[in-house]
């Protein structure tokens, strides 16, 4: 079993940053690859950015958020990061954290379908 906790969310204004975590434990190893999901209100959800399994660590994004979130792991602790800056108001959404036993190829990486495990959530809500 696989565990996924968030946290991180918080209400800022346009232009802000939030630095969003994911504690994983269970039997969670560098072998799975991890992403972020969001999802707004009445929208479905789309993945945010992934990162592959350690040591590479390849990376994928939304053209959505490209050069303004930065996805990365601590396979030492299990952890995933989402910093988020330069927040707009159609960031407002849940954040999802996810991991995946699958193998990793860009095509999967932001395909929530392709992922085992998903956290809770944690809510980011960025005002104009």
């Known amino acids: 079993q696989v565990r996924l906790v968030e946290s991180g969310g918080d209400s800022v204004q346009a232009g802000g940053s939030l630095r969003l975590s994911c504690a994983a434990s269970?039997?969670?190893?560098?072998?799975?690859?991890m992403g972020w999901f969001r999802q707004a209100p009445g929208k479905e959800r789309e993945g945010v950015a992934a990162?592959?399994?350690?040591?590479?660590?390849?990376?994928r994004y939304a053209d959505s958020v490209k050069g303004r979130f930065t996805i990365s792991r601590d396979n030492a602790e299990n952890s995933l990061t989402l910093q988020t800056n330069a927040l707009k108001p159609d960031d407002t959404g849940m954040y999802y954290c996810?991991?995946?036993?699958?193998?990793?190829?860009?095509?999967?990486?932001?395909?929530?379908?392709?992922?085992?495990?998903w956290g809770q959530g944690t809510q980011v809500t960025v005002s104009s």
């Open positions: 990162i592959s399994p350690g040591p590479f660590n390849f990376t």
């Open positions: 996810a991991a995946s036993r699958g193998t990793w190829t860009t095509a999967r990486a932001l395909n929530g379908r392709f992922y085992n495990y």
């Open positions: 269970g039997y969670i190893n560098n072998t799975f690859y």
